[in-house]
Nanobody
Framework: QVQLVESGGGLVQAGDSLRLSCAASGRSFTRYAMGWFRQAPRKEREFVAAIAKTASITNYSDAVKGRFTISRDNAKNTAYLQMNNLKPEDTAVYYC?????????????WGQGTQVTVSS
């Protein structure tokens, strides 16, 4: 059974940092690009960041570029999202996904999400 499990969310203050993790199982992790998405209350889910299967290429939304860093450890079947200088508008449920397409980035298998709340 293919499964993605996110962790690392929490309540932080503006300017703080968090690192999210996404542990994959049941699928050959190294064969797929991975992505992070987020959904704020009353908003559509939006793309945050993506990383190619060999980690040679990354892609970021303009909203997070320069503050967030996506990475992956293929030996651990885990993807990460390092989030620095967090802002209240980053508050959302964050999801990781296996990507079915790179551009536009679309996920086809999703985790359950982890809540990130940034207070001002």
């Amino acid at each position: 059974q293919v499964q993605l499990v996110e962790s690392g969310g929490g309540l932080v203050q503006a300017g703080d940092s968090l690192r999210l993790s996404c542990a994959a199982s049941g699928r050959s992790f190294t064969r797929y690009a991975m992505g992070w998405f987020r959904q704020a209350p009353r908003k559509e889910r939006e793309f945050v960041a993506a990383i190619a299967k060999t980690a040679s290429i990354t892609n970021y939304s303009d909203a997070v570029k320069g503050r967030f860093t996506i990475s992956r450890d293929n030996a651990k079947n885990t993807a990460y999202l390092q989030m620095n200088n967090l802002k209240p508008e980053d508050t959302a449920v964050y999801y990781c996904a296996f990507l079915s397409t790179w551009l536009p980035p679309q996920g086809n298998i999703w985790g359950q999400g982890t809540q990130v709340t940034v207070s001002s």
